[in-house]
């Protein structure tokens, strides 16, 4: 099977190639990402812990999920693939904003992304593709925030960076 390729962008999302998902990763060069937040009725998030064998961040917790987009996909239309193959369900999604983040870690890869943020709502139970995704739960923002502070060890990098840095975008009461 041919490995996925991340679409290469500079710094105002303009497409300047493709690359191997992990030579990107081990080079650490910009590529477009996004990142899903699902919400219902209560304002919780729809958090994924991710699969324990996953190639970096295994076991962590974050957003209801996220990927790369591929070749001639939008953002919606990435994100509304993503959110099926990994939770299991679809949704009408909303896309908030966007920004760079880099990210190194402990095996040598590095996450440097230009990751586009969209929000959704669903009141189900997900049905979660093991193979990508360990467990979920409904967590609310303030909650998430508290534990972040007492566990970051527990979250994710970019799920960090996003919570601190976009909370007023992810908060569907703003």
């Not at 962590?60 to 239309?77: A, I, K, M, P, V």
């Not at 509304?80 to 890869?109: C, H, Q």
């Not at 230009?114 to 139970?125: F, P």
């Given at each position: 099977?041919?490995?996925?390729?991340?679409?290469?962008?500079?710094?105002?999302?303009?497409?300047?190639?493709?690359?191997?998902?992990?030579?990107a990763?081990?080079?650490?060069?910009?590529?477009?990402?996004?990142?899903?937040?699902?919400?219902?009725?209560?304002?919780?998030?729809?958090?994924?812990?991710?699969?324990?064998?996953?190639?970096?961040?295994?076991?962590?917790?974050?957003?209801?999920?996220?990927?790369?987009?591929?070749?001639?996909?939008?953002?919606?239309q990435?994100?509304?693939?993503?959110?099926?193959?990994?939770?299991?369900?679809?949704?009408?999604?909303?896309?908030?904003?966007?920004?760079?983040?880099?990210?190194?870690?402990?095996?040598?890869?590095?996450?440097?992304?230009?990751?586009?943020?969209?929000?959704?709502?669903?009141?189900?139970?997900?049905?979660?593709?093991?193979?990508?995704?360990?467990?979920?739960?409904?967590?609310?923002?303030?909650?998430?925030?508290?534990?972040?502070?007492?566990?970051?060890?527990?979250?994710t990098?970019?799920?960090?960076?996003?919570?601190?840095k976009?909370?007023?975008?992810?908060?569907?009461?703003?």
């Amino acid at each position: 099977m041919k490995e996925e390729q991340v679409i290469l962008v500079d710094e105002k999302d303009n497409q300047i190639g493709l690359m191997a998902k992990m030579e990107a990763h081990e080079k650490a060069l910009l590529h477009r990402a996004f990142s899903v937040f699902i919400f219902n009725k209560n304002n919780e998030l729809m958090l994924q812990q991710r699969a324990l064998h996953k190639y970096h961040s295994p076991g962590l917790w974050t957003n209801t999920c996220c990927s790369h987009q591929r070749e001639g996909e939008t953002n919606l239309q990435a994100g509304k693939r993503r959110l099926e193959e990994e939770m299991g369900f679809v949704t009408s999604l909303t896309e908030k904003t966007s920004f760079i983040y880099k990210a190194p870690f402990d095996n040598g890869l590095t996450e440097h992304e230009l990751d586009h943020i969209m929000v959704g709502y669903y009141e189900s139970e997900p049905n979660i593709n093991l193979d990508e995704v360990e467990d979920w739960k409904w967590m609310a923002l303030d909650d998430i925030r508290k534990d972040m502070i007492v566990n970051p060890k527990l979250y994710t990098a970019w799920f960090k960076i996003i919570f601190e840095k976009f909370y007023d975008y992810i908060n569907v009461n703003n």
